[in-house]
């Protein structure tokens, strides 16, 4: 599933208006390399657990506790060729979509699907 994260933890992060995300089962991501991992509390109130590169800083990835059976690969950080073929279809937590996004994908979320 690839679609927008509203949520004001990504907005921080990416400092954008949403992060462009693809939801893989945890059991199915796979990084190869080093990375390093921070702990904080995401906007579900919850854990959130940000995956990134500890040589240049880039997010790769965020593993919430308000679903743990999947991992949240920031899409921004495939190849170009893969992400000119990405079709975003979901938003979540529009609860933090701001006002002037005026995109409408066809599934939404208020909140982090289940």
Request: charged share 25%; net charge positive; proline share 6%.
């Amino acid at each position: 599933m690839t679609g927008y994260d509203h949520c004001d933890d990504c907005q921080r992060q990416t400092g954008s208006t949403y992060s462009l995300v693809a939801l893989v089962p945890k059991d199915k991501f796979k990084i190869h390399g080093e990375v390093k991992r921070w702990a904080g509390k995401g906007s579900s109130g919850n854990a959130v657990y940000r995956v990134f590169c500890p040589a240049c800083g880039s997010p790769i990835a965020h593993e919430p506790d308000a679903n743990r059976a999947v991992s949240i690969l920031k899409a921004g950080t495939l190849d170009t060729e893969i992400k000119k073929n990405l079709k975003p279809t979901v938003e979540i937590w529009t609860a933090g979509k701001l006002p002037f996004c005026q995109e409408k994908l066809a599934t939404s979320f208020e909140h982090m699907p289940q």
